[in-house]
């Protein structure tokens, strides 16, 4: 079988893209097949080319009705019957395309994961040669991730209710070890052909922004930057999203808004004048873009951090599907860190589960505050090993500006979380730094150790500043719990004993220590 006929016959490409070719082949020769790339790397061709091959129906589980809809639009058009089964069918119309699906119309049928027990499709389904079943998004299996749906637990009842068992293909673009570990385990991949693509992104330039006003510096880039193009401004509540579209309009800046809150119509037509270039961008919460293809988004804003490093990355990860040079920028601040604990906390979930929360949300905030290559910081996250030390495409790599040596800082904070006891959180070491008469400091008797009061001429944001760069570079240990604490780590000997040397970007230490100084 000549798959590269069959790639430029129904797709009109001539080559495949990374990793593609081994997991199509993979599939064609009979293996259980494991998928793992980063959004835009092409994984809807790993299925459907195979479908068009293979004898009989492919079905593709998938989570979204607004995916499954482009996507079948999309394959009428290159001349691929496809048809979906959800929650929107009237019964006619199900009925309907239960018997096409009978009398082998189709290739490809997605079907939304609450329909796959469903007795009359399992009916109807077990009469048909399926060769393949693809399980798009597969992460959403696991418990661990920040997509889960209860429903994808019915996929492994599914698979085993067929006599024959179809190949089964997996695809996600999360790479964290436990996910992947729980994918194959819960769905029950058979010795499954694993592939990875590699999850750098070279097109996409990294920024984060912790300075200044965040509304300011939104409306100067988005004056300056790609201003006849599309970009996506991602925002924690539906609130916020309905605050900053209106702010943006009154600044003559063409933005619509998307969230789960919005009536489907309108959502809908927010959506689509965002799609066609009617409006030039979109402000949205998470709810907007799990199977969102446009290719020429140019820039990801997060006017908010977002929970963790991979729903940060998949987010961004929506910019510059073309291949063309496109911006992620995040936008931090400390009020974001503290309504995502509140978020954590507020959630009943199991201690475990409630931990690793808090670290992978640390890890998030650890990125804001490094001064190393953001995208090997990326990269380090999804187990990625770096090959360069300076990508030159972040904005770390590319700022120039004047390091400063801080280690006499970074002792004076250690000695003092030692001094405390390890037993305290950030706000308490800063106060007990600087000297501060607060009640609680006086009544613990904090005014007492030997650290306190020996950075007075510090402000409270450079010392937090002093904190994030050790917690970043694992100096500081910040625990996971609801009332964080600063503990020492096992290398924060090194830098109290002087052998090491702590670094940090001069203009942010000095910009605080001045703003210190006005406010005396
Ligand atoms: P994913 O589902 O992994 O996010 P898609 O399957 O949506 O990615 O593919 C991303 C983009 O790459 C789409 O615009 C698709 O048409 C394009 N694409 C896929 N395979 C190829 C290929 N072999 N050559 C060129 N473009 C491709
Ligand atoms: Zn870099």
């Not at 808090?358 to 090997?376: M, S």
Request: with cysteine; hydrophobic share 35%; aromatic share 8%.
């Amino acid at each position: 079988m000549d798959i590269y006929k069959q790639l430029k016959t129904y797709f009109g490409y001539d080559m495949f893209k990374k990793g593609q070719e081994k997991l199509i082949k993979g599939i064609l020769e009979g293996y259980d097949v494991l998928g793992i790339m980063p959004t835009g790397g092409g994984k809807s061709l790993c299925y459907q080319l195979p479908a068009v091959i293979l004898e009989g129906v492919t079905i593709v589980v998938s989570p979204l009705i607004s995916l499954m809809k482009d996507q079948v639009d999309a394959l009428q058009e290159m001349g691929i019957e496809a048809a979906c089964i959800n929650s929107t069918l009237q019964t006619s119309e199900l009925v309907e395309i239960m018997q096409e699906i009978e009398s082998n119309r189709y290739k490809i049928v997605f079907v939304a994961p609450e329909r796959l027990n469903s007795n009359s499709f399992m009916n109807m389904i077990r009469h048909i040669k399926v060769s393949l079943i693809a399980i798009d998004e597969a992460h959403c299996i696991s418990q661990w991730g920040h997509d889960f749906r209860p429903s994808y637990l019915e996929i492994p009842r599914f698979i085993k209710r067929f006599k024959d068992r179809p190949v089964v293909a997996a695809f996600t673009a999360t790479a964290t070890k436990e996910i992947i570990v729980e994918i194959k385990a819960l769905i029950g991949l058979q010795k499954p052909l694993e592939v990875t693509t590699g999850f750098d992104r070279p097109n996409l330039f990294y920024q984060v922004v912790k300075e200044g006003n965040k509304l300011a510096y939104l409306t100067n880039y988005l004056s300056n930057h790609f201003q006849e193009e599309s970009g996506i401004i991602y925002c924690a509540t539906r609130k916020t999203v309905e605050a900053l579209v209106k702010k943006l309009k009154e600044k003559g800046i063409s933005a619509s808004g998307y969230h789960g809150g919005m009536e489907t119509e309108v959502r809908q037509r927010n959506q689509e004048s965002f799609m066609f270039n009617r409006t030039r961008i979109i402000v949205a919460t998470n709810a907007f873009g799990m199977g969102i293809d446009k290719p020429d988004v140019r820039f990801v804003i997060h006017y908010n951090m977002p929970k963790n490093m991979e729903a940060y990355y998949q987010e961004a990860g929506r910019g510059g599907r073309d291949g063309e040079e496109s911006h992620c920028i995040l936008m931090y601040s400390p009020s974001d860190v503290v309504k995502q604990k509140l978020m954590i906390a507020g959630e009943e979930v199991a201690a475990e589960r409630e931990a690793l929360q808090y670290k992978n949300l640390q890890y998030l905030i650890d990125f804001c505050h490094t001064n190393d290559c953001l995208r090997n910081k990326i990269l380090g996250y999804f187990g990625e090993e770096v090959t360069k030390e300076n990508c030159g495409k972040c904005s770390n790599c590319l700022d120039q500006s004047e390091m400063m040596d801080i280690t006499v800082e970074a002792q004076k904070v250690l000695s003092c979380i030692y001094r405390v006891n390890q037993r305290y959180g950030a706000n308490i070491v800063i106060q007990v730094l600087r000297g501060s008469k607060n009640k609680k400091i006086l009544e613990q008797g904090l005014n007492q150790v030997s650290t306190y009061n020996i950075m007075k001429d510090y402000s409270e944001k450079a010392i937090r500043e002093v904190i994030m760069t050790l917690s970043a570079r694992n100096y500081i240990h910040i625990t996971t719990d609801k009332f964080p604490v600063l503990k020492l780590t096992s290398q924060s000997r090194e830098v109290l004993q002087g052998k090491v040397k702590v670094y940090h970007k001069k203009d942010l230490i000095e910009k605080s220590l001045s703003e210190n100084k006005k406010d005396v």
